[in-house]
């Protein structure tokens, strides 16, 4: 005798389901416009609810887009690269609370940009180093809260350097999260001083194109950001635990 598979989905979200397939297997590609209401509604074999409530899930992930007038309809959404950061965003947040912990996420980090500081080095424009060098300027001058958004703009600036806008849609929502989970902790100006510095150090990799300088760079400054956080972490931990 099987085990059971969890409760069955609504009817709205099985509609769901068949319509986000069609969109993932090409059946329906974006900027397509949907079939009217009744004949979904006829091929499914639901109700006009069922297929409205259905939609509008669809719409919420931004799969499905209305509009209104003669040529109106409901149309196969193309999401933008901000969809995707804002999706995997909200996913990582709800994660970070229960099963993914700060040690995952920086070894995401790692993953994400080391590789991506190699690529920095080698595709780099005249650009892309100007802003990489104003940003180590600017946290060299700035002041709290100022310098931890420079941080994270620093590691942003570096990724799309490398060329690959993937890399930046992947990695900006763990910015994000980890940034939300230690914004109410001040490592304090020692920590800042020697994170400029290690930034400053991967801008000179850059500068050279030294693309392997650049990897190693990353790696041992994405490793000392890791021990603070791990420290961080556990002294919350303690924190708690005394409380």
Request: glycine share 6%; no cysteine; hydrophobic share 40%.
């Amino acid at each position: 005798m099987s085990a059971p598979s969890g409760p069955r989905p609504l009817e709205y979200e099985r509609v769901a389901g068949e319509l986000r397939q069609m969109i993932v297997d090409g059946e329906l590609q974006p900027g397509d416009r949907l079939p009217s209401e009744g004949e979904l509604t006829a091929r499914m074999r639901i109700s006009r609810g069922t297929l409205r409530e259905a939609l509008r899930v669809l719409s919420a992930q931004k799969l499905l887009t209305s509009s209104r007038g003669v040529n109106g309809g409901t149309f196969v959404a193309e999401p933008s690269p901000d969809d995707v950061v804002e999706h995997l965003e909200t996913s990582l947040t709800l994660l970070s609370r229960s099963r993914v912990t700060s040690a995952h996420l920086l070894e995401m980090r790692s993953q994400l940009e080391v590789p991506a500081a190699e690529l920095a080095a080698r595709r780099r424009s005249e650009e892309d180093l100007h802003q990489l060098e104003q940003s180590v300027a600017g946290m060299n001058e700035a002041g709290d809260p100022s310098v931890a958004h420079l941080n994270s703009h620093f590691h942003l600036l570096l990724l799309r350097a490398a060329g690959n806008p993937v890399l930046e849609m992947m990695a900006t929502p763990v910015f994000t999260v980890l940034r939300e989970r230690f914004h109410r902790v001040e490592p304090g100006e020692e920590f800042w001083l020697r994170v400029a510095a290690e930034h400053a150090e991967i801008v000179a990799h850059v500068r050279d194109r030294n693309s392997r300088g650049a990897r190693r760079a990353m790696r041992s400054h994405l490793s000392g950001l890791r021990d603070t956080y791990t420290r961080i972490d556990v002294s919350k931990l303690d924190n708690l635990r005394a409380g």
